[in-house]
């Protein structure tokens, strides 16, 4: 996590550096205030993963390790579930209710409810339950 936390170290010493510039420059408080915000993210998540760092052992890519030190599994991923698929049409949904109208935009908060309830719980009914 130290290459991540680093990265987003930079991250914040630009914005950090940019932001007097813009508003000086431009003296709009829109976008200075939405630089100010991406320098505070920006800390957060660089303290965040340089604290991280500290707390756990270092990984091969903080230590200069070999490709095949990351050999190995990376989780389940479920090859015949049509869930996604459900939740990718009902978060369009909800997009577009928040383009052209309310009760579009309900409806579709309640589909990406079920959507979600259905693929969190797809191994716990049915043909493939545990």
């Known amino acids: 996590m130290k290459i991540e936390g680093l990265i987003f170290a930079i991250v914040t010493v630009f914005f950090a550096m940019v932001t007097p510039i813009y508003w000086f420059m431009s003296k709009d408080p829109t976008g200075t205030t939405a630089l100010v915000l991406t320098f505070g993210l920006g800390a957060m ?8 760092s500290r707390r756990i052992d270092p990984r091969p890519e903080d230590r200069d390790g070999e490709v095949e030190e990351l050999a190995g599994e990376y989780g389940f991923y479920s090859p015949h579930s049509w869930w996604p698929l459900a939740a990718a049409g009902a978060v369009s949904m909800v997009f577009l209710g928040l383009v052209f109208a309310w009760f579009i935009f309900i409806i579709g908060v309640a ?17 493939f339950a545990h």
């Open 45 to 52: 998540v660089a303290f965040y993963f340089l604290l991280l």
């Open 111 to 127: 589909l990406s409810a079920m959507a979600a309830i259905g693929w969190v719980f797809e191994y716990y009914r049915g043909e």
